[in-house]
């Protein structure tokens, strides 16, 4: 197997008396793009700060790219690129400026800075304001020059807090599309509060509450350690005097643990509920055929992630 991109033990970060992060460890493959969730003050940026070098644990151990964090601080800094969470940019300087400055802090040769701005300018999508002052910009065009100034010296790894904060919608979706490109070739980190935005970016989510992990896989993993007794809605044509048979037949079902039909307006709804985890909707769409029942709906009922994230973080 790989080395994989980050891997963190027993990482605890405190301030004084406030426990931000405590004892976390978790590990991402290189590649992904994973969804860093959290309440407010659950620690994220915490995190994030750690990883990137900004700051150090109280105690715990960090790799990054195969490296120590603490034994290897600067060549683990160079691998990260960091879009913190105010984007600080000076309104004051051209874009252009500021890149080439943050490239010599970088401590790219001289004379790789233009071509390297060129390079992360067409990738960000900042070529046509690149002569501009950052004060001229959008929050939209600020934000890519804030992932263009995270990947100047060419990091494998990028972490990203909350990219698409204060964006309207228009902007969410470019920066969000950005974000995906980039994780073709990067492995990412990205913390964000808006849960449609982990659905459509992530391809793993990362819910910590209170300093600790308390979730950590894909969507689906996730919606399936939430669900103790996976539920099927279906919907049929019918009346009020075909629910009990109906409800009888499908109680007769192995695997059933329970059937609850209601008339609606326009037909039956049953909630049923399967005993052991298996997805029974073939069994059920069988019976419902053979019977001849005129089916409108047949589906898995999933707790979304929103239901997810309230549950493991409202305790
Ligand atoms: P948000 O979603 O609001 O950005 P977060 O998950 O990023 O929150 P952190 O910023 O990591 O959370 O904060 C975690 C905890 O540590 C909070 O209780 C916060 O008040 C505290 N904290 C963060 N930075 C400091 C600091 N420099 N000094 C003291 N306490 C701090």
Request: glycine share 10%; hydrophobic share 35%; aromatic share 6%.
């Amino acid at each position: 197997m790989s080395q994989p991109m980050i891997a963190v033990k027993e990482l605890t970060k405190s301030y004084g008396e406030v426990h931000a992060v405590r004892s976390i460890s978790f590990e991402i493959p290189r590649g992904q793009i994973v969804g860093f969730l959290g309440p407010n003050g659950a620690g994220k940026t915490t995190t994030m700060k750690v990883l990137t070098g900004y700051i150090a644990p109280t105690s715990g151990s960090f790799m990054v790219d195969g490296l120590d964090g603490y034994e290897q601080g600067l060549q683990v800094r160079n691998r990260v690129g960091y879009l913190p969470e105010h984007n600080p940019l000076y309104p004051e300087l051209v874009v252009y400026d500021f890149l080439s400055y943050v490239a010599s802090l970088r401590r790219i040769p001289k004379k790789k800075i233009q071509a390297r701005i060129r390079e992360v300018g067409s990738r960000c999508g900042i070529q046509e304001f690149v002569g501009r002052p950052i004060g001229t910009l959008s929050k939209g065009q600020r934000q890519r020059v804030g992932l263009a100034q995270a990947m100047i010296h060419d990091p494998p790894l990028l972490i990203l807090d909350e990219p698409t904060s204060g964006l309207d919608p228009n902007q969410i979706v470019e920066i969000r599309n950005l974000v995906r490109e980039l994780g073709q070739d990067h492995t990412v980190i990205l913390s964000t509060h808006n849960l449609p935005e982990v659905m459509q970016t992530c391809t793993r989510l990362l819910i910590i509450h209170q300093g600790k992990i308390v979730a950590d896989g894909t969507q689906e993993e996730l919606q399936r350690d939430a669900t103790d007794n996976p539920t099927v809605i279906l919907e049929v044509e019918g009346g009020a005097d075909d629910t009990g048979s109906m409800t009888e037949q499908l109680e007769k079902l192995n695997g059933i643990r329970s059937v609850k039909g209601g008339v609606q307006e326009k037909g039956i709804r049953f909630i049923i509920e399967t005993a052991d985890g298996s997805d029974l909707r073939t069994d059920i769409f069988g019976l419902a055929a053979t019977a001849g029942w005129s089916v409108r709906e047949l589906r898995r009922d999933v707790p979304d992630l929103e239901h997810i994230f309230h549950r493991l973080t409202q305790q």
